[in-house]
């Protein structure tokens, strides 16, 4: 018994002095912190608001796993996404650079990849952070959301499927959770696709009509081949209309394992209990370690599927719901870690892709996310409301409980981190926007590494930002912003998203001026009256500008067309097309 008694003591002092050494590391000693290989695990919601969650501020939406995790760790405030849309902040995420970098942007309007079946994607020559890991020696995994594309030339050559960027296995959905995926008000594609079809079946049908009444009356000459042709068109948009729902649902709703489709359509009601079980039996599989899981949540993306347990229990209605129903999740995942003894030797991460949604509305029902102070949201380029998201975390004994940081970082500073702290390096042969946040984490910097940021909107450059670190002041300029509808409005309302160019827009010469310091709400624009500094500010972006778009390389744009357009040879499907059915999770 006198042994134990010691062995404990001794391993108490031992804990202490080893924490102790951590938090007094130098700079130089961070990088050596890599050799500790801890596991990863990187939780990251879809679409929600930072003004969500109870640690930022809220408090009427209960997320106590996500608050338990901040109050254990280290929370960021000023985290921002390089997009503020899913498709390029994802890629950002993953390969640590600005998605105009790797061409995952459009110029046109398609914010995103549209379908399941496009060309466009991650490029395979990119480099992940789950890619740099595996060669390592970590087992990596991907469970839930991927929407960085799929294949590329037919529909089984998966060029840019998870397993062909760093990931040993993946689970959840190739494309994306909206609101097609259950039919009801939310609507991201059928109804418009809808309105296009109904109106070619007006005009053809019209035209055959007249075409035909001209024959009758023998004002037409030629034969009935354009009449029959004309009818045929009509016939086919009616019909392509009146099943489009259902079309969309099979092409874009479906679960994959691998390279396998196991569930097409998916039953959504079931799936965040799939999701649960998949983390569950990876962790468990994994836990000798070291392992890199990435679980992107489903949620809180409209049409906020939520299970029954967790309805109507939110005073903000089905998102309010859905929010909850995802901190729940967080929690399920970490008992998971505490009952394989891992905690202590997990970084967990918990962010969000980018702002919440505040279009995602019909009629008095708001399906899309609160940004707290914070003016904008989802799609708008450069203002904070869409690009501002929570950025957490914990590792226990390493990282100090409690920490606030203050300090500009951003989504793409993940990968230098984990890369740096599972052995790897980070690529010399690319450009890495992302900074290794461990020695701001540790407290062994007291600034963060960005100077400045870019925020872009598709391919255009809408907002930047200065750190000017002598004054403790984040400076924040706007070129271009959105013009919120109706007047008055706080965004595009009656339109999905805000868009990034054309007469919608305004561009602002001069650009729009704010100390994020101390107007983080963007609420007084700063004139050369009103602010000292204010043509010093501008000339020190604007040559910072300069200097980044020398750093910019063409690249063809994966999110134009004809790469963002429906293919039907690049549809997966489980079975013969166009019958696209199967449902393996209910097999024994």
């Not at 938090?23 to 695990?41: E, H, Q, T, V, Y």
Request: glycine share 10%.
């Amino acid at each position: 018994m006198l042994h134990l008694e010691h062995s404990c003591l001794f391993f108490r002092s031992w804990l202490a002095l080893t924490v102790s050494v951590l938090l007094d590391l130098k700079p130089s000693a961070c990088r050596s912190l890599s050799g500790s290989r801890p596991n990863i695990l990187l939780l990251m919601a879809d679409d929600l608001g930072i003004g969500d969650v109870g640690c930022y501020g809220n408090d009427t939406i209960r997320t106590p796993n996500v608050d338990r995790l901040a109050a254990d760790g280290v929370m960021l405030t000023q985290h921002i996404a390089a997009a503020s849309v899913c498709t390029p902040s994802r890629a950002a995420f993953l390969t640590g650079r600005y998605p105009l970098r790797s061409g995952m942007v459009s110029s046109n309007g398609y914010r995103v990849l549209q379908w399941t079946g496009v060309s466009g994607g991650l490029p395979p020559n990119e480099t992940t952070f789950a890619k740099i890991l595996k060669d390592k020696g970590y087992a990596t995994g991907l469970i839930g959301k991927w929407h960085l594309g799929l294949n590329c030339e037919s529909s089984d050559d998966y060029c840019h499927h998870p397993l062909s960027h760093g990931f040993d296995h993946f689970y959840g959905m190739p494309f994306s959770m909206m609101g097609d995926c259950e039919p009801g008000e939310m609507s991201e594609k059928r109804a418009g696709l809808e309105h296009k079809l109904n109106v070619c079946s007006h005009v053809m049908a019209l035209a055959a009509f007249t075409l035909t009444a001209g024959k009758l009356t023998r004002l037409v000459a030629g034969s009935w081949t354009l009449v029959i042709c004309s009818a045929t068109v009509a016939l086919l948009c009616l019909t392509t209309s009146y099943f489009m729902g259902a079309l969309i649902v099979h092409a874009d709703c479906f679960l994959m394992r691998n390279h396998a489709i196991t569930e097409q359509p998916m039953s959504l009601q079931r799936t965040t209990a799939l999701m649960l079980k998949e983390v569950s039996s990876f962790v468990k599989r994994n836990k000798q370690g070291p392992f890199l899981l990435f679980v992107s949540f489903l949620h809180v993306h409209t049409p906020l599927i939520t299970t029954e347990n967790f309805r109507g229990r939110s005073p903000h209605g089905l998102y309010g719901d859905n929010t909850e129903e995802m901190d729940w999740m967080v929690g399920q995942i970490l008992d998971t870690l505490d009952t394989e003894g891992l905690t202590n030797s997990t970084l967990v991460y918990f962010t969000s892709d980018h702002g919440g949604s505040l279009e995602a509305q019909f009629g008095n029902n708001q399906y899309g996310g609160w940004n707290g102070i914070y003016k904008g949201g989802k799609g708008m380029g450069g203002w904070e409301g869409g690009i501002r998201v929570p950025g957490i975390l914990r590792w226990p004994g390493v990282l100090p409980a409690g920490r606030l940081i203050h300090e500009p970082t951003s989504l793409m500073d993940v990968f230098p981190t984990v890369v740096q702290l599972g052995g790897g390096q980070v690529p010399h042969d690319r450009v890495i926007d992302g900074r290794d946040l461990l020695p701001l984490l540790l407290g062994t910097a007291q600034h963060s590494e960005h100077e400045f940021l870019m925020h872009y909107c598709e391919s255009f450059l809408h907002a930047a930002r200065w750190h000017q670190r002598n004054r403790g002041a984040v400076w924040k300029v706007h070129y271009v912003t959105p013009m919120f509808h109706p007047d008055g409005a706080s965004a595009c309302y009656g339109r999905g998203v805000c868009p990034c160019f054309g007469d919608k827009v305004a561009h602002h010469d001069p650009p729009l001026l704010f100390d994020l310091s101390r107007d983080p709400s963007e609420a007084h624009a700063l004139t050369p009256d009103t602010e000292s500094s204010f043509h010093q500010v501008m000339e020190r972006i604007t040559k910072a500008v300069e200097d980044h778009r020398r750093t910019l390389s063409p690249v063809p744009l994966q999110l134009d067309m004809p790469d963002n357009i429906w293919k039907p040879w690049l549809q997966p499907c489980c079975g013969r097309f166009p019958l696209c059915w199967c449902d393996r999770e209910a097999d024994p």
